[in-house]
């Protein structure tokens, strides 16, 4: 492994002089406490998802300290023995349809003959009786972990439910919260993610390539090392020729992208985000990467149809508009489960289709 647990030397991100950075928008949360900034925020958001699909949010309420203990557990969790972290290998319940445990890296190459370089632990909501199923540095601060996917919950993503609840015109502007309450059966997924500079250095620059996640928000928490790429194509098979940009780590910000089950429920009005992930720039390439991010899902028995009960979507006609993949009728456990065999059977199974940034 490179170094997991020291940063000494690293440029900061906003020093490193070759990046040229993507311009991403950015939403102050703050502007909540006022109707007007409310209704700024609206249209602010509604942007975001139909032109970007990627943005970042500013006085989200979650402490920096609450942000900076994940890291620390997740650095401690992958500097233990390879021996120990398989006691939680993840494949067991990976073919069982459900994506938890520890993945390790994997000895295989992607069909482009690049090396895995990705190493995850995942946890799967609810937590109930995770004590007894997970490795001691996260049962040691399991409720530091539950309270903070509260305060994902309520700080950021059920204000931005509300939100798109009224881009969409719904008759009940909490629909999409009640759909994501932190009590619902669900997969959503907490994760934490390594890279290794030291295996990036032998040969590979693309980590994991061009994708959408296939959730409904994701949440990149922040840290200080780039590697995360978007572009403007709508596709995951971009071309050669495609400008791929740096996104910026903030650490006054958490980064949001739209994912592949509410780019269905709009009926293609949201755009899923386009993303890779690169090895970091030079200055940052020396030292390992700890990603720490929430995949929020709706509750399993949602159907990812167009919300028929949407206002803008009858004017627009999206009603009909049924995401090529998810297709119709698919409820919100069937696609996550769906996406996970088809990486299995497809031998991709080091990735579990959820996408790893």
Request: proline share 5%; hydrophobic share 35%.
């Amino acid at each position: 492994m490179g170094d997991t647990i020291s940063t000494a030397g690293l440029s900061p991100a906003n020093d490193i002089q070759s990046v040229e950075w993507a311009q991403i928008p950015t939403l102050d949360l703050a502007l909540l406490r006022s109707n007007e900034g409310k209704q700024k925020l609206v249209k602010q958001l509604e942007d975001c998802m139909c032109e970007h699909g990627i943005f970042y949010i500013t006085n989200h309420g979650i402490p920096s300290n609450e942000m900076d203990l994940q890291v620390a557990i997740a650095k401690e969790f992958f500097g233990l023995s390879l021996e120990e972290k398989m006691k939680f290998h993840s494949m067991r319940k990976f073919l069982a349809g459900c994506s938890e445990g520890y993945r390790p890296v994997s000895t295989n190459k992607d069909v482009t003959g690049v090396e895995d370089n990705i190493q995850i632990y995942m946890m799967t909501l609810p937590y109930e009786q995770i004590e007894e199923a997970h490795p001691t540095p996260i049962t040691a601060s399991i409720e530091a972990i539950r309270n903070l996917v509260k305060s994902c919950h309520e700080k950021v993503l059920h204000p931005l439910l509300h939100l798109i609840a009224i881009i969409l015109e719904l008759p009940d502007e909490y629909t999409l919260v009640q759909a994501h309450s932190v009590d619902k059966k669900s997969t959503s997924q907490f994760r934490y993610i390594h890279y290794s500079a030291t295996r990036a250095a032998n040969e590979k620059k693309i980590y994991v390539g061009a994708h959408t996640d296939l959730d409904v928000l994701t949440m990149h928490f922040p840290q200080p090392i780039a590697a995360l790429q978007i572009t403007g194509s709508e596709s995951e098979r971009v071309p050669a020729e495609s400008p791929w940009q740096w996104v910026q780590p903030r650490q006054d910000a958490v980064l949001i992208n739209v994912g592949d089950a509410l780019a269905s429920l709009s009926g293609g009005y949201f755009r899923a985000a386009l993303h890779r992930v690169h090895r970091p720039p030079v200055g940052q390439d020396h030292v390992d990467r700890v990603g720490i991010l929430y995949f929020s899902r709706s509750k399993d028995d949602l159907v990812l149809d167009p919300l028929t009960q949407s206002a803008k979507l009858q004017r627009l006609g999206l009603l009909d508009v049924v995401h090529s993949e998810i297709g119709r009728g698919t409820t919100m456990a069937q696609w996550v489960r769906r996406k996970q065999r088809h990486k299995q059977d497809s031998g991709e199974g080091n990735q579990d289709g959820t996408g790893q940034t």
